[in-house]
């Protein structure tokens, strides 16, 4: 762990050590002339940490995952913000895209990307998190890193017009209490979302991270459903139909729809409950020694904002409150960190979060207990317990 490694050296370097760094970072200023300039900007070719595929057997459905392990703070970098999409990722020319609102409304109307610009926009900060993220470690399959376990969530900033604005243009009729929101990729993907929720905090997103979405978060225009499962974040975004009740699209009758033990089953289970993991140290990752390191994650909740993460370093045991990064917000990813001197024996290092309305994270044991234990090609959604990685003797860290 690279980042380990530097602090710790730092604090023990004497003045001595000190010099002969200051030296060596002089001999490494470049002499030659830099490269070219360029009009849209790269990172460094030194930095290779990717999006990960998983394999499908369907052309066009696809998913990839974030490398939270390589992360910094709570905006994920756009292009490495993880996608899952259906149909493949559909190229639209934003000159020609339409949003049509109609249905119970008292005028319909199509609006062009243009039209929609000039309409009162707003920037918010809301991760996206599949529904389906971390289903492995609810089937005892634990993800051996961050972005294997934990890699279907991603967390920027959005920029759009606020449904409610659109919804108060085209005016409601008395009896519109769903709508169905519906994408121009080949699968048509669509969703019904209840009017409270719209109304609410949802957006028409045009923006992303300061730029236009990419192409894979929905271009030209996505929905943005705070705190609610990804798949109701409709991307490539064309047409929302108000109506009286929920359409049962394949996606929320047949997919989103999670059976329970006693045979019932949890239907319109929109909201993702509060979830945290460690980033750093982490699997896949290795501790040079002992000595000083900051335990950092990610916490988020659908409900709000976070209140509180604690960590474990004995397995859940005891625990520390962690620090916060400031500001926390709501719907949103909240770095969270806390310094620890491992003395070099084996540890099991867990996190353990608490959103604004009181839930608290709970045990894997303690879903199980409350949905049952259901594995196979549908995997389990909504999946949200602790997540233990095991720091052993050597420094390596693995999955518990
Ligand atoms: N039109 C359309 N919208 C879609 C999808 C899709 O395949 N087509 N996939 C959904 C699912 S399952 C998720 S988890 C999120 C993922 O958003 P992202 O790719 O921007 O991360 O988009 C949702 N919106
Ligand atoms: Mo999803």
């Given at each position: 762990m690279t980042r380990g490694w530097s602090r710790r050296r730092f604090l023990a370097a004497g003045a001595a050590g000190v010099v002969a760094a200051a030296c060596r970072a002089e001999r490494a200023q470049p002499t030659l002339l830099g490269a070219a300039r360029r009009g849209y900007g790269e990172r460094s070719p030194f930095e290779r940490s990717t999006r990960a595929f998983r394999v499908s057997?369907?052309?066009?459905?696809a998913s990839s995952r974030t490398p939270l392990q390589d992360t910094y703070g709570m905006i994920t970098p756009s292009s490495l913000h993880f996608e899952r999409h259906h149909a493949g990722v559909p190229a639209i020319d934003p000159s020609s895209h339409e949003l049509l609102i109609h249905g119970l409304v008292e005028h319909p109307l199509i609006l062009s990307m243009k039209d929609l610009r000039r309409l009162p926009s707003i920037s918010r900060i809301h991760f996206i998190e599949c529904?389906?993220?971390?289903a492995r470690e609810h089937e005892g399959r634990?993800?051996?890193d961050p972005q294997t376990s934990h890699g279907l969530v991603s967390c920027s900033e959005w920029t759009g017009v606020p449904l409610a604005v659109l919804l108060q243009d085209v005016g409601l009729k008395p009896d519109a209490r769903w709508l169905v929101a519906e994408g121009?990729?080949?699968?048509?993907m669509a969703r019904s979302i209840p009017l409270q929720k719209a109304l609410e905090d949802v957006l028409v997103a045009y923006g992303q991270n300061g730029e236009a979405l990419r192409p894979e978060q929905g271009y030209p225009l996505r929905l943005v459903v705070p705190?609610?499962?990804?798949?109701?974040?409709?991307?490539?975004l064309r047409r929302i139909q108000v109506a009286s009740?929920?359409?049962?699209?394949r996606e929320e009758a047949a997919v989103y729809t999670d059976l329970m033990p006693d045979g019932t089953a949890r239907m319109f289970s929109f909201v993702m409950d509060a979830k945290s993991v460690i980033?750093?140290?982490?699997?896949?990752q290795r501790l040079d020694g002992p000595g000083f390191y900051e335990i950092e994650g990610l916490a988020w909740s659908g409900r709000g904002r976070i209140s509180r993460v604690e960590v474990s370093v004995d397995g859940g045991r005891t625990w520390r409150d962690a620090e916060l990064q400031?500001?926390?917000?709501?719907?949103a990813f909240t770095p969270f960190r806390c310094a620890w001197t491992w003395n070099g024996r084996e540890a099991e290092l867990q996190s353990r979060c608490r959103d604004e309305t009181g839930y608290v994270q709970p045990t894997r044991d303690a879903l199980i207990a409350m949905r049952g234990l259901r594995s196979g090609p549908d995997g389990f959604d909504h999946y949200n317990g602790i997540k233990a990685w095991r720091v052993r003797s050597s420094g390596e860290v693995t999955h518990v």
């Open positions: 057997s369907t052309p066009g459905t529904a389906g993220n971390s634990p993800g051996p121009a990729d080949a699968c048509h705190g609610w499962e990804g798949n109701v974040n409709i991307k490539w009740g929920p359409a049962m699209t980033t750093r140290p982490a699997g896949g400031e500001p926390v917000v709501s719907k």
